[in-house]
């Protein structure tokens, strides 16, 4: 049995089976066309939403405006979303895609997951390798990616990243932290014991944190 509730221009397909549309829909104020929520196969889900579609079986929108769900699928919520990998998810947010098998979009906007078992999230985001996890926040020149290697996690942002722990501070930032960002001028690599990696590729250590030389020493840089 089907259940259709809400809204006249929802529809299910004939042959479709324990389908159901929960509610939404709305009317077009423009020309006050009707824009329902669709499921096309069996074992299909929609909560509610409007221009909402599930493509295959057992796919699942919850809400949202223009998202659809394919094989075993979910999309939370958002606008714009689709996740048509077998059992991916897009948790919300705008015109994500999940296309990998068991893919990921945590949220924000214009990221896809392609990769089997892949994660993306942040905003322009290509997660395109398998097992890949990849949070991007760069604001232009390109989509954050898994540069071309599986199985890894990657976190690019336009000002880099800092870790943090141990009691708040008050300021937004904890105790101890280390930095890998350009907060502070000159030290790509930061640390509260001011300990250091300047801008030339020269480790500094504080010796009244560490007990060891003050000793500059040169770092090799990566391959």
């Not at 394919?70 to 939370?76: D, F, I, K, Q, R």
């Not at 714009?80 to 919300?92: E, F, I, M, R, Y």
């Not at 943090?164 to 930032?173: E, V």
């Amino acid at each position: 049995m089907n259940v259709i509730g809400g809204f006249v221009g929802n529809v299910i397909d004939a042959g479709a089976v324990a389908a159901t549309i929960a509610g939404g829909g709305i009317v077009r104020g423009s020309d006050n066309g009707l824009v329902g929520n669709h499921v096309a196969a069996s074992f299909g889900t929609i909560g509610g939403g409007a221009a909402n579609t599930v493509t295959t079986a057992a796919g699942t929108i919850a809400g949202g405006y223009g998202n659809a769900a394919g094989p075993e699928a979910a999309v939370s919520g958002g606008s714009g979303n689709t996740a048509s990998g077998s059992d991916s998810t897009v948790a919300g947010g705008l015109n994500n895609t999940a296309s990998g098998s068991y893919a990921f979009v945590a949220g924000g906007a214009i990221n896809t997951a392609s990769g089997n078992e892949s994660f993306a999230a942040g905003i322009n985001v290509l997660a395109d390798e398998p097992q890949c996890a990849v949070f991007g926040f760069f604001a232009s020149d390109g989509a954050a990616n898994c540069k071309g290697v599986g199985n890894i996690i990657r976190l690019m942002a336009n000002h880099g990243f800092s870790v943090d722990w141990g009691p708040a501070t008050g300021n937004g930032g904890g105790t101890w932290w280390v930095e890998i960002n350009d907060i502070t001028p000159c030290r790509p690599i930061n640390t509260y014991t001011n300990a250091y990696l300047s801008c030339s590729g020269v480790w500094t250590s504080n010796s009244a944190e560490t007990g060891r030389s003050t000793s500059p020493r040169s770092i090799r840089s990566r391959c």
